[in-house]
């Protein structure tokens, strides 16, 4: 996780990444075991999978798109340079002398 982040939200990424995981465990869990008749628990494996996944899929969304354009890279750097560039610093309600 970047170290720019607040510390609330790594945690929160943490912990969703942690339930998405152990989501899959189970999912690949049912599959191997007998407790359940094979329609039932292949049905429950593949739905606890496909919630693990699902969870999952945002969260790389977000650590690639904060690796692509965070504020140490080179794209992060220009947009920043160009916001800077682009606003006065005061709001249109402020008036400067």
Same mark, same amino acid.
């Given at each position: 996780?970047?170290?720019?982040?607040?510390?609330?939200?790594?945690?929160?990424?943490?912990?969703?990444?942690?339930?998405?995981?152990?989501? /899959?465990?189970?999912?690949?869990?049912? /599959?191997?075991?007998?407790?359940?008749?094979?329609?039932?628990?292949?049905? !429950?494996?593949?739905?606890? /999978?496909?919630?693990?996944?699902?969870?999952? !899929?945002?969260?790389?969304?977000?650590? !690639?798109?904060?690796? !692509?354009?965070?504020?140490?890279?080179?794209?992060?750097?220009?947009? &920043?340079? &160009?916001? /800077? &560039?682009?606003?006065?610093?005061?709001?249109?309600?402020?008036?400067?002398?």
């Amino acid at each position: 996780m970047p170290s720019n982040l607040p510390k609330a939200c790594c945690t929160a990424s943490s912990s969703l990444f942690a339930i998405a995981n152990a989501a /899959i465990g189970c999912g690949l869990g049912l /599959i191997v075991s007998d407790k359940l008749n094979k329609n039932a628990r292949q049905t !429950v494996a593949l739905s606890a /999978i496909a919630a693990g996944l699902a969870a999952t !899929v945002p969260l790389l969304i977000d650590l !690639v798109s904060e690796q !692509v354009t965070g504020p140490n890279t080179d794209r992060g750097l220009r947009n &920043r340079l &160009r916001s /800077i &560039r682009e606003d006065s610093g005061f709001s249109d309600e402020v008036e400067v002398a």
